[in-house]
């Protein structure tokens, strides 16, 4: 991967990361350590032989055919989180590995419906992230906040009552945002308004994942229909000038995450997303890795992934870094220090 000076660059970036599920950080190792623990069943071999060991399970994310295949095994793998303890473990594991990738911000989202639904408690889920939250800023003094999502592969009533629930926390910051998941085709956004219209009312930012696997209609839909302030993926504004002109001109930014594309087969090589069409018609965007443990990279892999592919300068990654700061649900003061970092860093690189 991207050697050299650049790699250097492309890792000492202060990077905010907006596009990641903290249960798609569950590696294989926590995974069967865990269902182990509390005593969760997995898949038997002649059920699932990927589940054999942690090697064929990691041969198996190489293989995924589609966005469902993928989240079929992202649920299996969160059945083995019970305990705050468990939740903690996770997301304090990953603030970890992202700070090693010079990540200082992370905007992190979580599936409550996809626990409470095995019968673990709302509190237990939001307990556990918020004390790796507290742990991660001590410990690397990396920022964090939650994005709480409604899965769309469920009824529409169950996400509005996962809403209602995580209120309080949306009210009080403990929860920073509203986003929505999970199988995408077949669940367009307009589904979702009476939720989105709701959060609009009350202040809370918004996004949601649109033109993933489905077209640009969904992103437009997106925009018109819940009125988000940012689209998670949305790599389909080639499809459509004057959505694409929207998007710019609304300054909407798009979480894109580059092998996330690649692995679920959206597109066939990093090389085939519009990171050059967006840099040239003004869309604003972030580089993410969605579900780091099941898509074999981590935020700076994606990074130095787009690199090797398009071969940016370290001006247009002063650009991109800079626009993910501005687009972060953080506060005025942290974006004022991260845009110092981000100066300093473009001073200790200068050609
Ligand atoms: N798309 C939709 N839902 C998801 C994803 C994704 O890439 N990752 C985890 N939930
Ligand atoms: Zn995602």
Redesign the pocket.
């Known amino acids: 991967m991207c050697q050299g000076p650049m790699h250097e660059f492309l890792q000492a970036l202060p990077k905010c990361e907006h596009?990641m599920?903290l249960?798609?950080s569950l590696e294989p190792s926590l995974l069967f350590d865990l269902a182990s623990r509390n005593g969760i069943s997995l898949p038997s071999p002649t059920e699932d032989p990927s589940f054999q060991s942690i090697d064929t399970l990691l041969a198996r994310y190489r293989r995924f055919t589609s966005?469902d295949d993928?989240?079929h095994y992202?649920f299996i793998g969160m059945s083995v989180l019970i305990t705050p303890a468990d939740f903690e473990s996770l997301a304090y594991e990953y603030f970890g590995r992202a700070h090693r990738d010079g990540v200082v911000h992370a905007e992190v989202?979580f599936?409550p419906q996809a626990h409470t639904s095995r019968g673990v408690a709302y509190n237990a889920i939001v307990d556990g992230f918020t004390a790796a939250q507290k742990r991660a800023s001590a410990d690397f003094g990396i920022t964090s906040e939650l994005i709480v999502?409604v899965?769309?592969h469920l009824p529409v009533e169950d996400g509005e009552k996962m809403y209602r629930d995580a209120i309080p926390h949306l009210e009080t910051g403990v929860i920073r945002g509203l986003g929505l998941?999970?199988?995408?085709k077949g669940n367009p956004p307009h589904l979702y308004r009476d939720i989105y219209a709701d959060a609009e009312r009350r202040g809370f930012n918004r996004t949601a994942?649109a033109g993933?696997?489905a077209g640009v209609d969904y992103m437009a839909s997106a925009v018109h229909h819940l009125n988000v302030m940012r689209v998670?993926?949305g790599i389909k504004l080639p499809e459509d000038e004057s959505v694409m002109a929207l998007f710019a001109q609304r300054n909407i930014m798009v979480t894109m995450?580059p092998l996330?594309n690649v692995e679920?087969r959206c597109v066939s090589k990093v090389a085939d997303l519009p990171i050059r069409t967006y840099l040239d018609n003004g869309v604003k965007f972030s580089i993410n890795s969605?579900?780091p443990a099941?898509f074999g990279g981590y935020i700076l892999d994606n990074h130095c992934a787009v690199q090797e592919a398009f071969g940016l300068d370290k001006r247009e990654w002063e650009r991109i870094v800079g626009h993910a700061i501005d687009g972060s649900w953080c506060s005025d003061e942290r974006k004022g220090e991260l845009r110092r970092h981000l100066e300093d860093v473009m001073v200790r690189y200068k050609d």
């Open positions: 596009h599920h249960e798609g966005l993928f989240l992202y989202f599936d999502c899965l769309r998941s999970s199988t995408e994942h993933e696997e998670d993926h995450c996330s679920l969605d579900d099941y």
